[in-house]
């Protein structure tokens, strides 16, 4: 068994499991490590995790499939339909990212339970909470579930959404991919939370130094690429 199989294996156990787990994109794409975990567990201390060891934003990550049943839109698209009676929209359009052809932010929320939104209780309570209503919306119509969401939650808030391609590790292959896939092979409701890693130096933290920290916490590291191999082999 080739050892990224073994990897991956640990890594979907992980995430079952509570634990966070790492992944580097490329070298040539971002070239950073976010530290994630599924967003069903994540607690006040995961939050303090992100914050301080990770550094970066700290999102959610969602699957397509379950961004259309809620009627998520992408915040490029939404700014086009405004920009007409926005102008400024027009010209802050996200058309030169050096790394991607379109970015994956949705939409921003805060669970409407929270004060700020911004306190690792109230962000963890978001993120949690989150994921419950998407095991909940199942089998329901998606303007059933589009009406769940504005019941619990309001927005803007302070935990952006970042959604899938259609075809994920296909025509796109962000963090936001990597994660929805690899917690899709862990069977886990393919909604992650995670923060980039950054370094002392305000740059992301460098892939030998990624390493380090997950052997250190005795975190699972995962390449890109190899989560790339194992999504084509899971998903025929």
């Given at each position: 068994m080739g050892e990224f199989i073994k990897d991956i294996e640990k890594a979907a156990s992980d995430l079952r499991n509570g634990k966070f787990i790492l992944i580097h994109d490329a070298d040539d794409r971002e070239g950073e490590t976010d530290i994630v975990m599924a967003s069903e567990f994540v607690t006040p201390k995961s939050i303090k995790t992100m914050r301080k060891d990770g550094g970066g934003l700290i999102f959610i990550m969602i699957s397509n499939e379950l961004a259309n049943k809620l009627k998520l839109p992408f915040l490029t698209d939404l700014f086009s339909n405004l920009e007409d009676n926005y102008?400024?929209?027009?010209?802050?359009?996200a058309?030169?990212?050096?790394?991607?052809?379109?970015?994956?932010?949705?939409l921003y929320i805060n669970h409407r339970d929270t004060y700020t939104g911004i306190t690792d209780i109230d962000r963890s309570l978001t993120m949690k909470r989150f994921a419950e209503l998407i095991k909940r919306?199942?089998?329901l119509e998606d303007e059933q579930a589009?009406?769940?969401?504005?019941?619990?939650?309001?927005?803007?808030?302070?935990?952006?959404i970042c959604v899938a391609s259609k075809n994920p590790l296909v025509d796109r292959f962000g963090h936001t991919e990597l994660v929805v896939s690899i917690l899709k092979i862990a069977g886990i409701t393919p909604v992650g939370s995670g923060s980039e890693i950054i370094g002392n130096d305000g740059k992301a933290l460098s892939k030998t130094k990624?390493?380090?920290?997950?052997?250190?916490?005795g975190l699972v590291f995962l390449e890109g690429k190899d989560l790339?191999?194992?999504w084509k082999?899971?998903?025929?």
């Open positions: 102008p400024v929209l027009k010209s802050l359009k058309n030169d990212i050096p790394y991607d052809t379109k970015s994956s932010f949705s919306i199942g089998n589009s009406e769940m969401l504005g019941k619990e939650f309001r927005s803007p808030g302070h935990i952006p990624a390493k380090k920290y997950a052997e250190d916490n790339i191999k194992a082999k899971w998903s025929k």
